[in-house]
């Protein structure tokens, strides 16, 4: 029971990452400034990036940028940001649907490899109540 447990919480846990991305678009949608800015690193998970808001503030979100697949050190992109708290901010054009697919191929593997554990463990417990109930 605890592979379903396991299983279950990851897999759950995937469909809240896809929900928050979802949400910080929504919040970045309903108040949206546009600029461009400088990758400062460049990481599967994580970029850093350098921006300038109207009002003259410079801004380097510590979290980051989202979705910062393909992106290169010193490389200049466009943005978008919430002009109420710039620090959230994604690459211009990318949305959550790019988590989507990461999310499902988690879930999935989780189940293909939980499916077929939980599937021999069960095998192995009959056995096991056989072999004890026949001696």
């Known amino acids: 029971m605890t592979i379903v447990t396991i299983a279950t919480a990851v897999s ?6 896809v929900l928050a991305a979802w ?24 970029s850093a990036v350098t921006y300038v808001t109207p009002d003259g503030g410079t801004r380097n979100p510590k979290v980051g940028v989202l979705y910062p697949t393909k992106l290169t050190a010193g ?8 002009r109420s708290d710039p620090d959230l901010v994604r690459v211009a054009g990318r949305d959550a649907r790019v988590a989507i697919i990461p999310a499902l191929s988690v879930i999935l593997v989780v189940w293909a490899v939980a499916l ?16 004890s109930s026949g001696a």
């Open 75 to 82: 490389e200049r992109i466009n943005v978008e940001y919430r």
């Open 116 to 131: 077929p554990t939980l599937w021999l463990l069960r095998r192995i417990a009959r056995r096991r109540q056989a072999a």
């Open 23 to 46: 949400r910080d678009d929504m919040l970045i949608s309903s108040d949206k400034g546009v600029t461009s800015a400088e990758v400062l690193s460049a990481g599967r998970l994580r």
């Open 12 to 17: 759950v846990l995937a469909v809240l990452l």
